[in-house]
């Protein structure tokens, strides 16, 4: 079982960093409805021209931001685990994240 879970890491290796990024963008895809709500219920009070600024701002910088800093972060967790489950990992990751994205969009 080890080694089936080597080989997978072994073949899912060289496109970590891709995967890490396709990994953040797809959170923010399936959480980033709740994220502008949040900040769009938090900036409600202020005047039109500002929450339209700072709405800009949060889709222009801040989710570039938090693709291009998050990235490296999750590959950087990812390799705490030990080598053979990194690829296990990620495709476990994955899935979660596909199956929490179904049931939510049914809640």
Do not use: W
């Amino acid at each position: 079982m080890v080694e089936l879970l080597a080989s997978l890491t072994r073949a899912l290796a060289p496109y970590f960093s891709e995967m890490s990024l396709m990994l953040v963008a797809t959170l923010l895809v399936v959480f980033g409805d709740l994220i502008n709500g949040y900040v769009k219920h938090i900036l409600s009070p202020c005047h039109f021209i500002l929450r339209v600024s700072l709405f800009v701002l949060l889709c222009a910088f801040g989710y570039g931001a938090m693709t291009l800093y998050g990235a490296p972060l999750v590959l950087h967790i990812i390799k705490f685990f030990p080598g053979y489950l990194q690829g296990l990992i990620f495709v476990s990751a994955f899935l979660a994240i596909g199956v929490f994205a179904e049931r939510r969009r049914y809640i």
